[in-house]
């Protein structure tokens, strides 16, 4: 049942023409209520006691303490979701965007920049739908950690593995103890539009040591992707021996920034698509922002201006309709958290071409949207809290673990 109470937001920005805009667009809807503002991060946490905002928005760089600590103190203290806005979109140093998320942070979303600007209602509605889902979203208690503060200048993107990030994220607050042994296989008793049987690959054991014939995995994701698809990313060996293509969506400006962090913490390549590029083993791919990607006849990167599907460009379901059309039983699709559909037919795409199908649980999802309508459709082999995905695909594939 919906509540009829609006959502409470908390605005910690000290930028004043960032608060003003910030603050005009989400009053604009009847469902938002801003209860404060805080210039500082050290303000905020003094505030939010009192007033017991439900979704926090703040900024990165702050004077006394930075985005990344307060986030840390929030999740140590006062769980709750947040929204990073930041103003670095165009710089370098968005991998410190990522940071947050990892720390406990939800989503991200560029400042406004200026009062007037045209594409102001866009980004308003925008930014009103990400608070509205946040304000769904449950979050746990982490452990407070002594971080290092967010650098002021720009970082160049480290080169070695920091395999520990995988282990701190498996302990966060979307995978409690208790959780990591469950691992739960669809039993599907109804068939599809495309006389798809998931059961019958339930049989065996995910963890078999079978290896497959596969040439391709495919990842979509939406809001939690980021965090997830560092969890799995970190997880997977260099010698990976199939390409890995992935859509995630995400605010304009900041694909890059999440490139460079996912590169920083992989051992894998991490890039943009070419147009006209072979997809390589072991090198993870995702589409520029604003176009689709597909793949050729030749099974070459091509990029697509088609409308988008659902309100996304570039889209999980165009990019695995392509996957299942050139790999068919060759491929594996994976589709994480995130809210909507999108993902859903094209998963079933793949599953009707023999291909491995695999969603995150509803446990470990920050929302369980999208792998829930797959699983509806009956598009999903195996339902997975998102630490156990990694192993499965490692397996899967006859490969060690790292």
Same mark, same amino acid.
């Given at each position: 049942?919906?509540?009829?109470?609006?959502?409470?937001?908390?605005?910690?920005?000290?930028?004043?023409?960032?608060?003003?805009?910030l603050?005009?667009?989400?009053?604009?809807?009847?469902?938002?209520?801003?209860?404060?503002e805080?210039?500082?991060?050290?303000? /905020?946490?003094?505030?939010?006691?009192?007033?017991?905002?439900?979704?926090?928005? =703040?900024?990165?760089?702050m004077p006394q303490?930075?985005?990344?600590?307060?986030?840390?103190?929030?999740?140590?203290?006062?769980?709750?979701?947040?929204?990073?806005?930041?103003?670095?979109?165009?710089?370098?140093? =968005?991998?410190?965007?990522?940071?947050? +998320?990892? !720390?406990?942070?939800v989503?991200?979303f560029?400042?406004p920049?200026?009062?007037?600007?045209?594409?102001?209602?866009?980004?308003?509605?925008?930014?009103?739908?990400?608070?509205?889902?946040?304000?769904?979203?449950?979050?746990?208690?982490?452990?407070?950690?002594?971080?290092?503060p967010?650098?002021?200048?720009? +970082?160049?993107?480290?080169? /070695?593995?920091?395999?520990?990030?995988?282990?701190?994220?498996?302990?966060?607050?979307?995978?409690?103890?208790?959780?990591?042994?469950?691992? +739960?296989?669809?039993?599907?008793?109804?068939?599809?539009?495309?006389?798809?049987h998931?059961?019958?690959?339930?049989?065996?054991?995910?963890?078999?040591?079978?290896?497959?014939?596969?040439?391709?995995?495919?990842?979509?994701?939406?809001?939690?992707g980021?965090? !997830?698809?560092?969890?799995?990313?970190?997880?997977?060996?260099?010698?990976?021996?199939?390409?890995?293509?992935?859509?995630?969506?995400?605010?304009?400006?900041?694909?890059?920034?999440?490139?460079?962090?996912?590169?920083?913490e992989?051992?894998?390549?991490?890039?943009?698509?070419?147009? #006209?590029?072979?997809?390589?083993?072991? =090198?993870?791919?995702?589409?520029?922002?604003?176009?689709? +990607?597909?793949?050729?006849?030749? #099974?070459?990167?091509?990029?697509?201006?088609?409308?988008?599907?659902?309100?996304?460009?570039?889209?999980?379901?165009?990019?695995?309709?392509?996957?299942?059309?050139?790999?068919?039983?060759?491929?594996? #699709?994976?589709?994480?958290?995130g809210?909507?559909?999108? #993902?859903?037919?094209?998963?079933? !795409?793949?599953?009707?071409?023999?291909?491995? =199908?695999? /969603?995150q649980d509803?446990?470990?999802?920050?929302?369980?949207?999208?792998?829930?309508?797959?699983?509806?459709?009956g598009?999903?082999?195996?339902?997975?809290?998102?630490?156990?995905?990694a192993?499965v695909?490692?397996?899967?594939?006859?490969?060690?673990?790292?």
């Open positions: 049942m919906k509540s009829s109470s609006p959502i409470r937001v908390l605005l910690v920005e000290d930028s004043p023409v960032a608060l003003i805009i603050k005009r667009m989400l009053s604009s809807s009847p469902e938002i209520v801003v209860v404060g805080a210039r500082t991060g050290k303000e /905020a946490l003094a505030l939010i006691p009192q007033l017991q905002p439900q979704v926090i928005c =703040t900024d990165l760089h303490m930075d985005g990344l600590e307060f986030t840390q103190e929030v999740m140590a203290k006062f769980p709750r979701p947040i929204l990073v806005i930041s103003s670095s979109v165009q710089a370098e140093n =968005t991998q410190n965007v990522f940071r947050l +998320l990892q !720390a406990g942070a989503d991200v560029p400042k920049r200026g009062a007037i600007f045209a594409n102001y209602e866009s980004i308003r509605q925008e930014l009103i739908n990400k608070i509205k889902i946040l304000s769904g979203v449950t979050v746990f208690t982490l452990r407070r950690k002594k971080t290092p967010l650098p002021n200048q720009t +970082l160049s993107a480290p080169k /070695a593995t920091l395999e520990k990030s995988s282990s701190q994220w498996r302990k966060s607050r979307l995978v409690p103890d208790k959780e990591k042994n469950i691992l +739960l296989t669809i039993n599907n008793e109804k068939t599809n539009l495309l006389q798809f998931p059961k019958e690959l339930a049989r065996d054991s995910i963890f078999s040591s079978t290896c497959l014939e596969k040439k391709v995995l495919a990842i979509g994701a939406s809001t939690g980021p965090q !997830a698809l560092h969890t799995i990313l970190s997880q997977l060996p260099s010698d990976f021996p199939v390409p890995i293509l992935c859509v995630q969506h995400i605010s304009e400006g900041f694909l890059q920034g999440l490139v460079d962090w996912l590169a920083s992989s051992p894998l390549q991490v890039k943009i698509a070419g147009a #006209g590029e072979l997809p390589k083993p072991g =090198t993870v791919y995702f589409p520029p922002e604003g176009v689709h +990607l597909e793949l050729d006849f030749q #099974g070459r990167f091509k990029y697509s201006s088609a409308p988008p599907i659902a309100g996304h460009r570039p889209s999980v379901t165009v990019m695995f309709n392509s996957v299942a059309r050139y790999y068919g039983k060759a491929a594996i #699709g994976v589709l994480l958290t809210m909507g559909r999108d #993902g859903a037919e094209g998963l079933q !795409a793949i599953a009707a071409a023999g291909g491995l =199908t695999i /969603a509803e446990k470990t999802c920050i929302v369980f949207g999208m792998p829930k309508e797959a699983i509806a459709l598009a999903v082999h195996h339902v997975l809290p998102i630490h156990e995905i192993s695909l490692i397996a899967k594939l006859g490969l060690k673990k790292v």
